[in-house]
């Protein structure tokens, strides 16, 4: 009895996991600048504190836009979108990026255009965090992006040549704050997963050290009908305003 009672306090759920982490990633920054603040206040300035100061206070700042992009209202402004135009969009969103880090992006698919309900927002979000990820994780070479339909779905593949993730790693990847940058926020993939699992989709990743990782999204084919779900929104729309 005993056993299953720690374990199910050790299991924090995503709120515990979350209140533990900002705790500590907000905490390491925010002593850096008191401790700062403090040696300003007895008089002892150098040049080189400020732009200290600055990096954390900004990591602060991008931990909390993080933050507030988890707590966001999954359910906002779902519309038909084809994947593939969105993805063209994404790409070229990120294209700059790629290119200073000498990485090619490639994108295919066979048919278009290939309808989701989505809020397209959100969905672009999750390609970026995993497109950023991919390109941060090559060195050179060349990012494949598919879409095709398997069944009810639609699947989205993201697929780089970089350096891949260690097999017992796995599990911890998407975790918050779990992260092997040294200016990482381990938040990226939170989001993308909460965003995917609220539009009725699911992640996968496969991969290999040294040469490279797949994430796989797939998520419900819709017709381009609008569905009654829609249809309800607008009604609801319009009975507010
Ligand atoms: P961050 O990018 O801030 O570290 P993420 O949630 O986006 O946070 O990613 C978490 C971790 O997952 C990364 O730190 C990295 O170790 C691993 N990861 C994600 N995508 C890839 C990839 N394409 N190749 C290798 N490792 C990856
Ligand atoms: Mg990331």
Do not use: W
Not at 33 to 58: A, C
Not at 147 to 159: K, L, N
């Amino acid at each position: 009895k005993n056993e299953s009672f720690i374990r199910a306090s050790e299991k924090l759920s995503l709120a515990g996991q979350l209140a533990a982490g900002i705790a500590h990633e907000i905490r390491n920054p925010l002593t850096s600048v008191k401790g700062f603040v403090q040696l300003l206040q007895r008089g002892i300035q150098k040049p080189e504190y400020m732009p200290i100061m600055m990096s954390e206070i900004n990591r602060m700042e991008l931990i909390i836009s993080e933050l507030l992009m988890l707590a966001k209202p999954q359910n906002a402004h779902r519309k038909p979108m084809d994947m593939c135009e969105l993805l063209e969009h994404v790409i070229s969103l990120i294209e700059s990026q790629a290119i200073l880090n000498d990485v090619q992006i490639q994108i295919e698919y066979e048919e278009a255009p290939l309808f989701i309900q989505c809020d397209a927002n959100q969905i672009k979000q999750v390609f970026i965090n995993i497109i950023k990820n991919a390109i941060e994780a090559s060195q050179g070479g060349t990012i494949q992006v598919r879409i095709e339909r398997a069944g009810d779905a639609i699947v989205a593949s993201v697929t780089d040549n970089g350096c891949g993730i260690p097999q017992d790693m796995l599990d911890q990847i998407g975790q918050p704050f779990f992260t092997t940058k040294e200016k990482g926020t381990g938040l990226g993939l939170t989001i993308s997963n909460k965003i995917i699992a609220s539009h009725e989709g699911t992640t996968a990743i496969s991969s290999v050290t040294g040469i490279g990782t797949t994430f796989k999204i797939s998520l419900p084919h819709a017709s381009q009908r609008s569905h009654p779900i829609e249809r309800h929104e607008i009604e609801a729309n319009e009975l507010i305003s």
